[in-house]
């Protein structure tokens, strides 16, 4: 863990107070790369952006991006950058194994991964720093479950091993996985160790499944045909590294905003109800990381209201704006965080794309926010967010240290 790059200036702003380009009609903009775009903010246009089949995410690296792009998604074998026939397949694939009676016999022991979390941090007494304690372990114990990575053997994975391999998986630009000095080789050699463990462990489950993740991933593969192996084993380690990277980035962003900001409403979520609407609020209105735009490219002309985008052009999508749009979303974010989104959040993409751990994420913000609300309604942060240091190096942001009281 200690190889996190933690920065320790106090101009970084919280995720949560980025700001955003006001949703307008499409217009040109320019990429951070120079790249000429057509920026969508809209809420109602980038909902069809996202669901119009003449929008691709193929082939991007022809024509730019919104700049440095991480090895998950500047890969052409992620299922983020295919599209068409080979991009059903493989989706499909996925959807078999996440099954609505898959997911709904996950739930409980993901209560219970939390509820062990918290305990562990009740009976370790304050002070504590929620980055380690809490908001880095639920994730880890939920991912390494649903994998089947928490035995013994060769199929364990330790946390710093996965974050390590995280790290290198979501870096962007020169930072090398937000490790100080680290080398391109260094880097190579990581995702290279990172991919090989994959490999090792979608072959073993080939030869001896069980009812783990990986291996109702292989099984529906197999079943399926036509899923290149190289796709396969990208699959599951993206939803191995990015998936536990996500959810830490996003419980640790939430409980930034909810304790540092709305003190007051962080003993209401032990009601679960309200836990749940506030869960889902926050996805909305916190991003990840700081990136504005998600980046496509259109293969034919498209109308978008009054604007017609040629062919061929680059359209940058921000999320961020459209699920601020106030035409849709007038309350905010301060709002009462336990009412219920005027529409359906953004946060996840849509259409094709649509994230296929929205669920996770929901399913352990929600746990998370309710159990630890619950046993520690005193809960409060010792340092100001001003004064925060946050984790770079990544896809993500978070806080490097959230220091409390209870």
Do not use: K
């Not at 991480?70 to 959807?95: E, I, W």
């Not at 997911?103 to 929620?130: E, F, H, K, N, T």
């Not at 035409?327 to 009462?336: C, I, K, N, S």
Request: charged content about 20%; hydrophobic content about 40%; proline content about 9%.
């Amino acid at each position: 863990m200690d190889s996190v790059a933690a920065d320790t200036r106090t101009t970084l702003p919280p995720l949560h107070r980025l700001p955003l380009t006001p949703a307008q009609p499409p217009h040109p903009t320019t990429l951070p790369d120079g790249t000429p775009a057509w920026l969508i903010t809209r809420y109602h246009d980038v909902r069809q952006v996202l669901g119009d089949p003449r929008v691709t995410r193929a082939d991007l690296h022809d024509v730019g991006t919104a700049g440095a792009t991480a090895d998950v998604a500047a890969n052409p074998a992620s299922l983020f950058n295919q599209d068409g026939p080979a991009h059903r397949r493989l989706r499909g694939t996925v959807q078999r194994a996440f099954t609505p009676r898959a997911i709904a016999g996950w739930q409980p022991w993901v209560a219970a991964a939390v509820q062990q979390s918290v305990d562990r941090l009740v009976a370790a007494g304050p002070p504590a720093d929620l980055v380690p304690a809490f908001a880095r372990p639920v994730p880890f114990a939920v991912t390494t479950r649903l994998m089947g990575l928490d035995g013994d053997g060769p199929d364990h994975l330790d946390e710093e091993r996965l974050h390590r391999w995280t790290l290198a998986l979501l870096a962007q630009g020169d930072a090398q996985g937000g490790e100080p000095g680290a080398s391109d080789g260094q880097h190579d050699d990581t995702l290279a160790e990172f991919g090989a463990f994959m490999g090792e462990l979608v072959a073993r489950r080939r030869r001896d499944p069980g009812d783990d993740l990986v291996s109702r991933l292989v099984r529906a593969a197999d079943q399926d045909g036509g899923v290149p192996e190289e796709s396969l084993v990208f699959l599951v380690a993206g939803l191995t590294a990015s998936g536990n990277e996500s959810v830490a980035g996003a419980l640790a962003n939430a409980l930034v905003y909810v304790l540092g900001e709305r003190p007051e409403h962080w003993p209401r979520l032990a009601d679960p109800a309200v836990a749940e609407r506030t869960a889902e609020r926050l996805l909305h209105y916190i991003p990840l990381g700081d990136d504005e735009a998600t980046i496509r490219r259109t293969t034919a002309p498209i109308e978008i209201g009054d604007v017609t985008i040629p062919a061929g052009s680059v359209v940058a999508v921000s999320l961020g704006s459209a699920n601020r749009d106030p035409a849709v979303h007038p309350e905010g974010l301060d709002a009462d965080l336990g009412l219920p989104l005027a529409a359906p959040t953004l946060a996840f993409s849509a259409g094709p794309h649509y994230c296929i751990g929205a669920w996770r994420v929901r399913l352990e913000m929600r746990e998370s926010l309710h159990r630890l609300a619950t046993a520690l309604p005193g809960l409060r942060l010792t340092v100001p967010v001003a004064e925060l240091a946050w984790q770079l190096g990544g896809t993500t942001r978070s806080p490097a240290r959230l220091p409390v009281e209870w």
